[in-house]
């Protein structure tokens, strides 16, 4: 069965950076994409980045372009989330989800597999 595992969240200050992985097992399709989404409290998950697994795209939302940056290891079936001069409003439980297709959507529904989350918690 598919899993994803989360780690790498944290309690930094406003400024600071951390970075997220996601080790994902259990499958075997040729083709994906792997994203990150988080939700904070009260309000609806949200789409953050994205990569096709394949060629590497990436797609980002547009309030964390610069600071955030997907990527991912093949070797070690795993993929990162940096994440740079956070600020309060990036506080969120962060998830790692897989979407069994190789285009990179941004709507939680389109995705089949999700990791249980990784709590992020910016101070100011």
């Known amino acids: 069965q598919v899993q994803l595992v989360e780690s790498g969240g944290g309690l930094v200050q406003a400024g600071g950076s951390l970075r997220l992985s996601c080790a994902a097992s259990?499958?075997?399709?040729?083709?994906?994409?792997l994203g990150w989404f988080r939700q904070a409290p009260g309000k609806e998950r949200e789409f953050v980045a994205a990569?096709?697994?394949?060629?590497?795209?990436?797609a980002y939302r547009a309030s964390v372009k610069g600071r955030f940056t997907i990527s991912r290891d093949t070797a070690k079936n795993t993929v990162y989330l940096q994440v740079n001069s956070l600020k309060p409003e990036d506080t969120a439980v962060y998830y790692c989800?897989?979407?069994?297709?190789?285009?990179?959507?941004?709507?939680?529904?389109?995705?089949?597999?999700w990791g249980q989350g990784t709590q992020v918690t910016v101070s100011s």
């Open positions: 989800a897989l979407r069994h297709t190789s285009d990179i959507l941004t709507a939680s529904q389109s995705y089949d597999y």
């Open positions: 259990g499958h075997t399709f040729n083709t994906y994409t």
């Open positions: 990569i096709n697994w394949g060629d590497g795209s990436t």
